[in-house]
């Protein structure tokens, strides 16, 4: 069996999806917030489970709503003081697995007709295309 999970695995090394979230808001100089999806095949997922986090970034603290919606992981940024979410981020798990993960999905198959934008997230494994709806004003507050 480890033999056929290898065969349609990829050999190349994937920089971690908090990687990529870190170093894109470093990228963008700390912005007061963002929101984008990744593909799920671009990355190593080291953050499935979580939904509403913080995460810190040089100066700043963000508290970061995450979600799947294949093929994408879709992340909402905000720049706030540190806060605990831990019942929050409990919440969201539970909503996604009362509905089936259904809105998740549709979701992301939306996605894949609207996104409109894409930009490179340097990282130490290489470049990563992250997708948006629309091009985001950088540094905007809204």
């Known amino acids: 069996m480890n033999k056929l999970v290898k065969l349609f695995k990829s050999n190349k090394a994937k920089p971690s999806a908090s990687e990529v ?4 808001l470093a990228q963008c100089k700390e912005p007061p917030w963002t929101s984008y999806f990744i593909k799920y095949s671009s990355i190593d997922n080291d953050q499935w489970g979580y939904s509403h986090f913080n995460w810190q970034v040089g100066n700043s603290n963000y508290h970061i709503l995450r979600t799947g919606c294949y093929p994408f992981i879709k992340y909402h940024c905000s720049k706030r003081p540190y ?3 831990e019942i929050e981020d409990k919440f969201f798990r539970v ?3 009362i509905n089936l ?3 998740c999905l549709a979701y992301g198959l939306a996605a894949t007709q609207l996104i409109k934008h894409t930009e490179l997230v340097e990282t130490r494994k290489g470049a990563v295309k992250i997708y948006f709806l629309l091009p985001e004003h950088k540094g905007s507050r809204y």
Request: hydrophobic fraction near 40%; charged fraction near 15%.
């Open 101 to 103: 993960g259904i809105p």
């Open 21 to 24: 979230l870190t170093s894109y």
């Open 83 to 85: 806060q605990d979410l």
């Open 95 to 97: 909503i996604k697995v």
